[in-house]
């Protein structure tokens, strides 16, 4: 077998009764499993991933830079994830940065600010992502980066699952 | 049939066509739903169960645990939890990135090394940040009750 076809259904089809379960398309094309007579759920959750780069929905990622991300996967049910690097391979200071926090009034991070069902908007911080120290000897404290070092292009990856 | 077994395909195949959705499985074992128009890739998830030495580390201040997820991808999302114990008591998410207030460090960091297949959680220096039920925040040192178990959750 090479692929399964499901036609999409408007409404969920009967239970699939005790001892069975069975996976059904919704009317969205989304893929919802059922285990004998429970509530149906979705059976595969689908993943958006922008990739990394300099510039999302237009904008260049600047601080307080705001990027709408369209990722089609229809819900509003979705984790965001917000990951920065040096270079576009993300291949350099990997970092993952879906919160905020601050120091002295500074503001680090991004923020997710707004869902629709298809698109996320993200919200980068005024003063640049946060890092840390860790590994052997370090401290582990806190420290950031701006996001327009010089010499340093900040790269952004935003990765929608839902 | 209790099992579907899926070949793995070189190519796309054609679409599903109006009204329809399809499942195929890529040349790399990687699942694939098709819809409409858009083709979107399904998820895999890894946990590393509740454990005191995270990556075969213990945690303190600073210190550094590699996670080996193997879900060949670096497009995921990570969650940190804590317990008090090995069945998960009291479970706490760990916020990827914690408020440093009062020169205080806390929570957990995730970055990954340029791998397909592992994440590394670095830990703050002062430890867990928490919030009390009238919504103010406080902390627990590692290596105590409450911090003593960490999980880690990777989805992509």
Avoid: C
């Avoid at chain 1, 089609?72 to 990997?94: E, F, K, Q, R, Y």
């Amino acid at each position: 077998m090479s692929a399964i076809i499901l036609a999409n259904q408007s409404s969920a089809p009967d239970d699939a009764g005790s001892g069975k379960a069975q996976i059904y398309a919704g009317d969205h094309g989304k893929l919802f499993q059922q285990a004998g007579s429970g509530a149906p759920v979705q059976a595969f959750l689908n993943k958006y991933s922008t990739g990394f780069a300099t510039s999302h929905g237009g904008v260049t990622v600047a601080a307080g830079s705001t990027h709408t991300i369209t990722h089609n996967l229809s819900t509003t049910d979705v984790t965001v994830s917000v990951w920065t690097a040096d270079d576009a391979a993300g291949s350099s200071s990997v970092t993952l940065v879906d919160a905020v926090q601050s120091e002295g009034g500074e503001s680090w991070g991004a923020y997710i600010t707004d869902v629709d069902i298809n698109s996320v908007v993200v919200q980068l911080s005024y003063h640049g992502r946060p890092m840390t120290s860790v590994g052997a000897g370090a401290s582990g404290a806190f420290y950031h980066n701006d996001w327009a070092q010089s010499g340093v292009t900040e790269y952004i990856k935003v990765v929608v699952i839902g | 049939m209790s099992v579907i077994i899926l070949t793995n395909q070189p190519d796309a195949p054609d679409d599903a066509g109006s009204g329809k959705s399809q499942l195929y499985a890529t040349s790399d074992g990687k699942i694939l739903q098709q819809s409409d128009d858009a083709t979107l890739a399904t998820v895999g998830k890894y946990s590393t169960g509740w454990t005191t030495h995270l990556g075969g580390v213990s945690a303190t201040a600073g210190s550094l645990h590699t996670i080996t997820h193997n879900l060949g991808t670096t497009d995921t999302t990570v969650s940190v939890w804590t317990a008090d114990d090995a069945s998960g008591t009291n479970p706490k998410k760990v916020e990827q990135i914690q408020m440093v207030f009062n020169s205080y460090s806390l929570g957990a960091f995730v970055r990954y090394v340029p791998d397909i297949n592992s994440i590394r959680i670095g830990l703050g220096q002062h430890g867990r940040p928490e919030m009390s039920s009238d919504g103010l925040i406080n902390f627990t040192g590692w290596g105590h009750v409450g911090t003593r178990y960490l999980k880690v959750v990777v989805i992509g």
